[in-house]
């Protein structure tokens, strides 16, 4: 079994671990098998955990008052999730973690987690260049939403996330492109009709 995490862990990093490396990963990681519809982080809570997503399907979404959810963004196989304006501030989150899919789940305790980044170069390179591409995908999806409509939106999200789009639920996709599941199929209707 370790052999099989051991292999997981090393596709979120770009060059190998050490043996050191990895077997520090291993101390501190707990892998769990979550049913689909399951929430990993509730909003007001301060994060305290990082996600690494082995196997399945996550999204981060926003409750609003009257009780509809926007999704804000999705994570699936060897990507790495937390609330970082929370771990960085230290106020509660104002979103939800979700399991959209039964997954396979690496939790690390955030202080483990940064303890990991001041021991390893290679784990704090990464956890850089994974802050600075979320970072780029929060300017490009602020972008989205004021310049294009949702036409548009969906096209980039095919394009991009092919994987995403056949593999999601159509509440999922409307609830991120912020339109109604209707809305949604009127959309597709008229994107096939185009091709």
Known sequence: MEKEYKDKISRFFPVPLDEKGM????DIIEVKDVPAKTILQWEGEIATKVFLVFRGCLRSYFVKENGSDI????????????????????????????TIEDSEIGIIQMKSFLALTQELDIAKDHFIGV?????????NLHASFILDNPEKRYRKLQQDNPELVSRLPSQ??????????????RIRARIKSDT
Do not use: D
């Open 71 to 98: 999704t804000s963004q999705f994570f699936i196989e060897e990507q790495m999730v937390t609330s970082i304006e929370s771990v960085i501030s230290g106020t509660p989150v104002r979103s939800y973690i979700e």
């Open 172 to 185: 999922y996709i409307a609830s991120y492109l912020g339109v109604t599941p209707v809305s949604l199929s």
């Open 131 to 139: 802050l600075l591409s979320k970072l780029i995908n929060y300017i």
């Open 23 to 26: 077997n520090t990963i291993l």
